[in-house]
């Protein structure tokens, strides 16, 4: 969306964006915004409600081939092996019984000397698998995406294209899109979504309030209230309600 709305503004004229709209089926006069920035912005948020993205996409990628938008279709997916089949039950052979009345024996002979808990003592657990750390500057879009699928944030709602052209944008730790996941995922703080909410929208609602130039806070925090305000206006912009609390749209991680 971000990389959208640069492409349109930066190398389509006023006359060129109505030549658009005129060759998508798209009444000019519809799409509010004085100067170009709003008209751009505006614009793409209206074929983003129609889910046209990826036509609009593709018309911009036409006329403007120099850009790369989005990656090429070619490109497989990535390959996903199927777990092995699984073993066939056994007969248990007479040594392993042995082997197992023997085991029996040395274990009660350990809890009778004190060396392990009796039943009903609290066993030791293990240490949790240490999660991804988010303030990593290797973090990969695909080291992302399970975490993000987690909290139920996807990366878009129109389709496998537009998914493939976001995937594209995350080009870096200081990429908006890699900046935006991280954030989110800071400050949903191991809850999730109920509905699923998506990455391109959340984007267009943040950079609203703050501003292309004001994006990033600090380092690489963006600004945490204006961060979970639009969540807010992401999930009813998308699913026509009108919550005012993140809270209420967030449920613990399953």
Known sequence: MRALREALDQTFSKDELRTLCVDLGIDYEDIPGDGKDSLVRELVAYVERRGRLPELIAYVQRARPHLNLMLPESRPEPLVLAPPPAKPPSAIPRWSLVGGALVAALLLGLLAAGMIPPTGQAPVTPPATTSLDLTSDSLTVRELEPLLREANILLSAAGTQQEQAMRSYFTGPDSAYHLLAVNSLQVLDGQRFRQPIYLDELDRWYT???????????????????????MVQA???????QQTALAALLEPAQ
């Open 208 to 230: 609203e309030r703050v501003g292309e130039t004001d994006y990033v806070a600090e380092g690489r925090r963006l600004h945490a209230a204006d961060l979970q305000a639009a």
């Open 235 to 241: 999930w009813n912009n998308h699913y026509g309600q």
